[in-house]
């Protein structure tokens, strides 16, 4: 089993920038997909980036050139960095993680508020 923990959200004004963090402990030897995905109100949730163990990253199209996934395998923590963030950015963010070798996510965070408004 693994536990993911998140933090780093908040408001932000559109344009600004904020860092989540997910930290997983227990079996973590085994994860091979890392993600962020968000859920918007009367949304369903959606992918916003993955990263892999062999560090091949992808991103949903609204995202791409904003936001960066990147993992520190010595904190055992990945992170997303949000940057030229937009009203519609505002959702829960969760990450998540898979350790099937496919990007099936088998353990979610418990979300964290990301609010863009001026």
């Known amino acids: 089993q693994v536990r993911l923990v998140e933090s780093g959200g908040g408001v932000v004004q559109p344009g600004g920038s904020l860092r989540l963090s997910c930290t997983a402990s227990?079996?973590?030897?085994?994860?091979?997909?890392m993600g962020w995905y968000r859920q918007a109100p009367g949304k369903q949730r959606e992918l916003v980036a993955t990263i892999v163990s062999g560090g091949s990253t992808n991103y949903v199209d609204s995202v791409k050139g904003r936001f960066t996934i990147s993992r520190d395998a010595a904190k055992n923590t990945f992170y997303l960095q949000m940057n030229s963030l937009k009203p519609e950015d505002t959702a829960v963010y969760y990450c998540?993680?898979?350790?099937?070798?496919?990007?099936?996510?088998?353990?979610w965070g418990q979300g964290t508020q990301v609010t863009v408004s001026s």
């Open positions: 227990g079996s973590i030897s085994g994860i091979y997909v």
């Open positions: 998540g993680s898979g350790s099937r070798g496919t990007y099936t996510i088998d353990n």
